[in-house]
């Protein structure tokens, strides 16, 4: 009787001990998955100083990533590396003024000659009153800039063995021959429109969007400077004054050049205006029968979104 009454007290001994031993790893199991929630969470959310060189660790994992971008910085530095940009329209004896924020109000942090290049936009930019901002980084700073004044720059190697140029010329010369304003429009970027000169020194014509739609049939009369020689006042509408150089030089046999001005015998002398010192352009020069009746036009094309758009006509003729 004593030894099964013995039995019985170790066997309910043993019992007990095994029921305590499952309780005690089951409460160990659970304080570790209570505590790698807890750390997970800090970690995200408010890292610590050890755990930070995990996230670090993992965080270039994430910028490979195509879908989602991790940063704008990251975003920006990609931009960057492809597209950068030159001032322009800007006069050799002037200067691009840089600000600290985008708005003529704000301090100006320095001012950018006029061949100023290896500029890159770095944000979205805003508009301000009639003044599109964009942040900019330059050679020695950063600060915000107006994008009027900037063109994406594009090597005049690149640009001269681009077939998509030769494109554009020919197209200029349909739509000329045709009077196709709305082909004319389509081949300007919008938000520059085209700028047209009489004469290389005379001052320049902006037309917008919806102008040059009207290029062929506007009746509206412009200003375009002074006549060589006499001086006189240059007045007229695009059909009056422009049109007909447009068709007679570029409407016949032309020799073409890229990044060179080529003309007839004249008393002046051929350049660009020094505002557009930072564009490539094309060339096209018709021969006279006699030696003072030559046209040439100077056809100036700006990138946008590496897209080649035409920016300005330049016309060049004898000159007393």
């Avoid at 009787?1 to 659970?30: E, N, P, Q, W, Y």
């Avoid at 998955?33 to 807890?38: G, R």
């Avoid at 304003?181 to 429109?193: K, Q, T, V």
Wanted: proline share 3%; aromatic share 10%.
């Amino acid at each position: 009787m004593k030894h099964k009454l013995f039995f019985s007290f170790v066997l309910t001994c043993i019992v007990i001990l095994l029921v305590l031993i499952g309780c005690s790893g089951a409460a160990t199991d659970s304080t570790l998955i209570s505590s790698t929630s807890i750390s997970g969470a800090s970690l995200s959310e408010n890292p610590s100083t050890e755990s930070s060189p995990d996230a670090t660790n993992t965080a270039p994992k994430s910028t490979e990533s195509t879908s989602i971008p991790t940063t704008t910085k990251i975003v920006t530095k990609e931009t960057t590396s492809i597209v950068t940009y030159q001032v322009a329209f800007v006069a050799d004896d002037n200067e691009l003024n840089v600000r600290a924020d985008s708005g003529t109000n704000y301090e100006i942090l320095t001012s950018l000659a006029h061949n100023v290049d290896n500029i890159h936009v770095i944000g979205s930019g805003k508009r301000v009153q009639d003044i599109f901002w964009v942040p900019i980084n330059y050679p020695g700073g950063s600060g915000w800039a107006s994008r009027y004044y900037l063109t994406e720059s594009v090597t005049s190697d690149a640009f001269c063995s681009d077939p998509n140029i030769q494109t554009l010329i020919e197209d200029l010369r349909i739509v000329i021959e045709h009077h196709d304003g709305g082909g004319l429009a389509n081949l300007i970027y919008y938000e520059r429109g085209l700028l047209i000169r009489h004469d290389w020194w005379n001052e320049e014509v902006h037309l917008e969007q919806d102008a040059v739609e009207q290029f062929f049939s506007s009746e509206t009369r412009h200003y375009w400077g002074e006549a060589s020689g006499s001086g006189l006042s240059i007045n007229g509408s695009i059909t009056e004054t422009i049109i007909p150089f447009l068709e007679k030089d570029l409407l016949a046999d032309v020799e073409t050049k890229c990044n060179e001005i080529i003309g007839g015998g004249t008393a002046g002398i051929l350049r660009l205006p020094s505002e557009y010192d930072s564009f490539n352009f094309i060339s096209l020069y018709r021969a006279g029968e006699e030696d003072f009746d030559w046209g040439t036009w100077v056809v100036g094309i700006e990138f946008w979104d590496r897209v080649p758009y035409l920016v300005f006509l330049v016309h060049y003729q004898w000159e007393i």
